[in-house]
Every structure is written in C-alpha cells, then in structure tokens.
C-alpha cells in the first residue's frame, strides 16, 4: 500500500503505518481499537490493509480494490497533491 501512495503521489499526505511481526506491538493495538470502534464487540480476525478515518478511529474499508479506488480519488483532488 505505501507503494500505492507514492505512486499516486499521496505519500506526504496520507499517513500509513506497516505492521510488524510482533502482534504485541502498539500498531496492532491501534489496528485491533479501530475495528473494535467499527463494530462493537468486534472478534473477528484484523485484515490488512485497511483504511481508517482518524477522526472517528474507525475503520472505513479493509478492502483492497475500494481502498484503491478512495485513493486515487483523493489523489485527484488539489487538497491531497502533493506540493499543494
């Protein structure tokens, strides 16, 4: 995903975080209260990737191709190019 957003040249707009391998890490903790604040209760597995809106901590989509789709999206907007 991070090559997507540089390829799209949203990587100086778009904050993306890669998880590591340790699933006690904070990033997994962080992904976990996302889908949790999505759906209450959430038990289900965490998938990657997946996209989050930050001011509502939830997540948006965890699908690849509409994740993509919202990027490229984004990318064609002036607020989002980078140098804007």
């Known amino acids: 995903m991070t090559a997507a957003l540089t ?3 949203l990587a100086d ?3 993306a ?3 590591g ?7 997994y903790t ?3 209260l996302a889908y949790e604040a999505t759906g209450h ?5 965490l998938t990657v990737p997946a996209l989050v809106d930050t001011r509502s901590g939830r997540v948006v989509s965890d699908h690849t191709p509409d994740i993509l789709d919202d990027l ?3 990318a064609a ?8």
């Open 17 to 19: 975080t890669v998880l």
């Open 7 to 9: 390829a799209l040249g």
């Open 77 to 84: 907007h002036p607020a989002f190019r980078t140098g804007s």
């Open 41 to 45: 209760h959430f038990d289900g597995a």
């Open 30 to 32: 962080a992904l976990r």
């Open 13 to 15: 707009s778009i904050t």
């Open 21 to 27: 391998t340790d699933p006690r890490a904070a990033e």
């Open 72 to 74: 490229g999206f984004l």
